[in-house]
């Protein structure tokens, strides 16, 4: 069993950044493969950011790529996405989610967190 609790979320203007938090805890926390998704108000939830089990091959959506950094810390069973140049449009909730498999779809993944909110508005 992995539970996972995200944090770090909050009201941000436009150009600014933030560093989102996913600790997890359980045996096999360093064997799966982390992803963070996120869900705009009334929109379906997408695509972040993806990081392998050993933190050496990473994967974004193309609307974040080039302003967000994931990474992931094995000593404190965290990992953490690096938000930069934020938008109006990145406002969502931004959920951490593990898998034994690498995945680009909300479907299927086996551990979710809880979300943390993220607005950016002047």
């Known amino acids: 069993q992995v539970q996972l609790v995200e944090s770090g979320g909050g009201l941000v203007q436009p150009g600014d950044s933030l560093r989102l938090s996913c600790e997890g805890s359980?045996?096999?926390?360093?064997?799966?493969?982390m992803h963070w998704f996120r869900q705009a108000p009334g929109k379906e939830r997408d695509f972040v950011a993806a990081?392998?089990?050993?933190?050496?091959?990473?994967y974004y959506g193309d609307s974040v790529k080039d302003r967000f950094t994931i990474s992931r810390d094995k000593s404190k069973n965290t990992v953490y996405l690096e938000m930069k140049n934020l938008k109006p449009e990145d406002t969502a909730v931004y959920y951490c989610?593990?898998?034994?498999?690498?995945?680009?779809?909300?479907?299927?993944?086996?551990?979710w967190g809880q979300g943390t909110r993220v607005t950016v508005s002047s």
């Open positions: 989610a593990a898998d034994g498999l690498l995945r680009v779809h909300d479907s299927g993944l086996e551990y």
């Open positions: 359980g045996r096999s926390f360093g064997a799966y493969a």
């Open positions: 990081i392998t089990w050993s933190g050496e091959s990473t």
